[in-house]
């Protein structure tokens, strides 16, 4: 780029490299006497007028520098002496005057539409040399900014990237996405495609892409500050609330059925962005590229999610106490409540379309009695499995783990068929005794069992 063929003149002190480093950087000291200006362009007019050895015509009432005899004349006359130039070239349209030929001709092309003056770096033509020079300004200011901003990403290059900045793309190159400005849709390069993480969290050493990621995550984490989100945005059709006109976009898809987001791999579809980059990561984490980094790790079992909500709903519900109560049966849910109230009502909406058997669900499971698949294998024996239960149930001859005992004689079982059929010895013996609930008239054998069941009536 000559970005500093303009402003550079041959001078015995600088050279030319540093002189585009001067306007690159848009310094405002002078690098001769040190004299410090409020702005880039000040500072340059300094120093060509004082220490540029080209003009060797001084002033000598200011010490001003020209490059001939003539303008030193034309400056004593003006500054000094106060007497104004007579402006001797007139436009034929308006009637404009102007002291210098060239000035004229640039103010015709005004008028004739000519724009001579072409910008190298972005190809713009201008009517005169001095709105030339005032774009170029622009320019070089830009140049700094993106020698601060660019990051790595793989795909993009240095070069790549100061074109981008230049023409001020507002549209992703890697995603497609379309931002307001040139600005924000760098920043999103940087927050979203970049592969460098700079910024690390001195409380628990995690990496973040910006700075911004890494303030969001210590307020929320380490100090506990929730950010307050208004929920401005209602859906005319359920009613609920969201923070963004994203979001409810998002969500009106919902209600249409449409699905504008397609996978660019196995072209699945999905109604929401958020969606189809879940999907997304599942391809990265299955083909090994997605980092224990990026994902959310159970501080209990050391399971890794894709996504923050699963792993605390996880937790929530696998380790700790959360579960629904079923008010009929008094039984504590942890799976889905809605799958366990088919006990009670018969109903069975899954129909498999082989053998045409009614389910209460899960018909991914029954398929494998079709297809003979055993996908759950022992690592310990080897042996498979159609389901995941049959497995853990299978372990517990490896672990010794035999969780139901029998509160009549004391023997313990690992599966709870063998331990339903044992107490049915029981109450064929006449061992078993029936106390009934007085709130959903449940019968049980003991007193410390009818205790637990009343405690999930009245807490």
Same mark, same amino acid.
């Given at each position: 780029?000559?970005?500093?063929?303009?402003?550079?003149?041959?001078?015995?002190?600088?050279?030319?490299?540093?002189?585009?480093?001067?306007? +690159?950087?848009?310094?405002?000291?002078?690098?001769?006497?040190?004299?410090?200006?409020?702005?880039?362009?000040?500072?340059?007019?300094?120093?060509?007028?004082?220490?540029?050895?080209?003009?060797?015509?001084?002033?000598?009432? *200011?010490?001003?520098?020209?490059?001939?005899?003539?303008?030193?004349?034309?400056?004593?006359?003006?500054?000094?002496?106060?007497?104004?130039?007579?402006?001797?070239?007139?436009?034929?349209?308006?009637?404009?005057?102007?002291?210098?030929?060239?000035? #004229?001709?640039?103010?015709?092309?005004?008028?004739?539409?000519?724009?001579?003056?072409?910008?190298?770096?972005?190809?713009? &033509?201008?009517?005169?040399?001095?709105?030339? %020079?005032?774009?170029?300004?622009?320019?070089?200011?830009? +140049?700094?900014?993106?020698?601060?901003?660019?990051?790595?990403?793989?795909?993009?290059?240095?070069?790549?990237?100061?074109?981008?900045?230049?023409?001020?793309?507002?549209? *992703?190159?890697? *995603?497609?996405?379309?931002?307001?400005?040139?600005?924000?849709?760098? #920043?999103?390069?940087?927050?979203?495609?970049?592969?460098?993480?700079?910024?690390?969290?001195?409380?628990?050493?995690?990496?973040?892409?910006?700075?911004?990621? #890494?303030?969001?995550?210590?307020?929320?984490?380490?100090?506990?500050?929730?950010?307050?989100?208004?929920?401005? /945005?209602?859906?005319?059709?359920?009613?609920?609330?969201?923070?963004?006109?994203?979001?409810?976009?998002?969500?009106?898809?919902?209600?249409?059925?449409?699905?504008?987001?397609?996978?660019?791999? @196995?072209?699945?579809?999905?109604?929401?962005?958020?969606?189809?980059?879940?999907?997304? %990561?599942?391809?990265?984490?299955?083909?090994?590229?997605?980092?224990?980094?990026?994902?959310?790790?159970?501080?209990? @079992?050391?399971?890794?999610?894709?996504?923050?909500?699963?792993?605390?709903?996880?937790?929530?519900?696998?380790?700790?106490?959360?579960?629904? #109560?079923?008010?009929?049966?008094?039984?504590?849910?942890?799976?889905?409540?809605?799958?366990?109230?088919?006990?009670?009502?018969? $109903?069975?909406?899954? *129909?498999?379309?082989?053998?045409?058997?009614?389910? !209460?669900?899960?018909?991914?499971?029954?398929?494998?009695?079709?297809?003979?698949?055993?996908? /759950?294998?022992?690592?310990?024996?080897?042996?498979?499995?159609?389901?995941?239960?049959?497995?853990?149930?299978?372990? !517990?001859?490896?672990?010794?783990?035999?969780?139901?005992? @029998?509160?009549?004689?004391?023997?313990?079982?690992?599966?709870?068929?063998?331990?339903?059929?044992?107490?049915?010895?029981?109450? $064929?013996?006449? &061992?078993?005794?029936?106390?009934?609930?007085?709130?959903?008239?449940?019968? /049980?054998?003991?007193?410390?069992?009818?205790?637990?069941?009343?405690?999930?009536?009245?807490?």
């Amino acid at each position: 780029m000559k970005l500093h063929a303009i402003h550079f003149r041959s001078e015995k002190n600088l050279t030319s490299e540093e002189w585009r480093q001067l306007v +690159i950087k848009n310094a405002r000291k002078c690098p001769i006497c040190g004299d410090r200006y409020k702005s880039g362009t000040d500072m340059r007019r300094h120093y060509r007028d004082l220490h540029d050895s080209t003009r060797k015509c001084p002033c000598e009432v *200011c010490g001003k520098r020209f490059n001939s005899i003539k303008r030193v004349k034309q400056h004593r006359k003006v500054v000094h002496m106060g007497i104004k130039q007579k402006k001797k070239f007139e436009c034929a349209h308006c009637s404009k005057t102007y002291l210098s030929r060239v000035g #004229l001709e640039d103010h015709i092309n005004n008028h004739t539409g000519e724009k001579g003056h072409i910008c190298e770096i972005c190809n713009r &033509d201008f009517y005169s040399d001095a709105m030339l %020079k005032r774009h170029l300004v622009k320019h070089s200011r830009m +140049i700094k900014e993106t020698s601060e901003e660019f990051v790595e990403t793989g795909s993009i290059t240095r070069e790549e990237w100061y074109k981008m900045v230049l023409q001020r793309v507002k549209t *992703c190159p890697l *995603c497609k996405k379309t931002y307001q400005s040139a600005k924000g849709m760098r #920043l999103h390069i940087r927050e979203v495609h970049s592969k460098v993480r700079p910024h690390q969290c001195k409380g628990c050493g995690k990496y973040f892409k910006s700075q911004r990621h #890494l303030v969001q995550h210590e307020r929320r984490v380490h100090l506990g500050v929730k950010k307050i989100k208004h929920s401005n /945005f209602e859906c005319f059709h359920c009613g609920a609330k969201f923070i963004s006109r994203t979001h409810i976009a998002d969500h009106m898809t919902s209600h249409t059925g449409i699905k504008n987001h397609v996978c660019s791999i @196995c072209q699945s579809t999905y109604t929401t962005a958020r969606g189809l980059k879940r999907h997304n %990561k599942n391809h990265l984490r299955e083909a090994g590229v997605l980092r224990a980094d990026e994902m959310y790790k159970c501080d209990k @079992c050391d399971k890794l999610f894709i996504e923050q909500s699963e792993m605390v709903q996880h937790r929530d519900w696998v380790h700790g106490d959360k579960c629904y #109560l079923c008010k009929i049966c008094g039984a504590r849910v942890k799976s889905n409540l809605k799958a366990h109230m088919r006990i009670h009502t018969g $109903e069975r909406p899954v *129909c498999c379309h082989i053998c045409g058997k009614k389910l !209460r669900g899960k018909l991914k499971d029954h398929m494998l009695t079709h297809t003979g698949e055993r996908p /759950f294998g022992c690592e310990v024996c080897g042996s498979t499995y159609k389901y995941k239960y049959y497995l853990a149930v299978h372990m !517990r001859k490896h672990t010794g783990e035999r969780p139901y005992v @029998c509160n009549y004689c004391g023997h313990s079982f690992a599966a709870r068929p063998a331990f339903n059929l044992h107490l049915k010895r029981h109450t $064929e013996r006449g &061992d078993v005794r029936h106390i009934e609930c007085q709130v959903c008239k449940k019968s /049980f054998s003991s007193e410390e069992t009818l205790d637990v069941h009343l405690a999930e009536h009245f807490g």
